[in-house]
Nanobody, 121 residues
Framework: QVQLVDSGGGLVQPGGSLRLACAVS????????IGWFRQAPGKQRDLVAA????????QYGDSVNGRFTIFRDDTKGAVYLQMNNLQPGDTAVYYC??????????????WGEGTQVTVSS
C-alpha cells in the first residue's frame, strides 16, 4: 500500500518561498507518478503540479504561472514542490497525491494527509 507523507508547509510572507516534500514508501517509487493539489477553505481541490515517472514531463495548474517547480529525487523516494514568489492567494492545504498512470489532467488515486501553507504579512 502506497504511503505518502507530505511536509514543509508553514507561514511565509508575500514574495517568500517554501519547498514542500512528499515522501513515498510502501511501494516501488519509480512505478508512481506524483502530484500536488491544494484546497483553500470553501473551494474545490485543484491541481498545482504533477510529474511523471521519469521526471521529464510535468503538468502545472494555471494559477502557478511559472512560480512553482515540481521535481523528483528517485534516490530519496521523494517529490518536491518549490514555490517561489508566494502570494496570499496561494494559502491553502497542499496535498501530495500519487498514481500509477499519467493522464491529462492528472488524476491521482492515493492522497497524503496535507500540509498547511499560509501566506500572510
Amino acid at each position: 500500500q502506497v504511503q505518502l507523507v507530505d511536509s514543509g508547509g508553514g507561514l511565509v510572507q508575500p514574495g517568500g518561498s517554501l519547498r514542500l516534500a512528499c515522501a513515498v514508501s510502501g511501494v516501488t517509487f519509480a512505478d508512481y507518478t506524483i502530484g500536488w493539489f491544494r484546497q483553500a477553505p470553501g473551494k474545490q481541490r485543484d491541481l498545482v503540479a504533477a510529474v511523471n515517472w521519469y521526471g521529464d514531463k510535468q503538468q502545472y495548474g494555471d494559477s502557478v504561472n511559472g512560480r512553482f517547480t515540481i521535481f523528483r529525487d528517485d534516490t530519496k523516494g521523494a517529490v518536491y514542490l518549490q514555490m517561489n514568489n508566494l502570494q496570499p492567494g496561494d494559502t491553502a492545504v497542499y496535498y501530495c497525491a500519487a498514481s500509477t498512470a499519467w493522464v491529462y489532467p492528472y488524476q491521482p488515486r492515493y492522497w497524503g494527509e496535507g500540509t498547511q501553507v499560509t501566506v500572510s504579512s
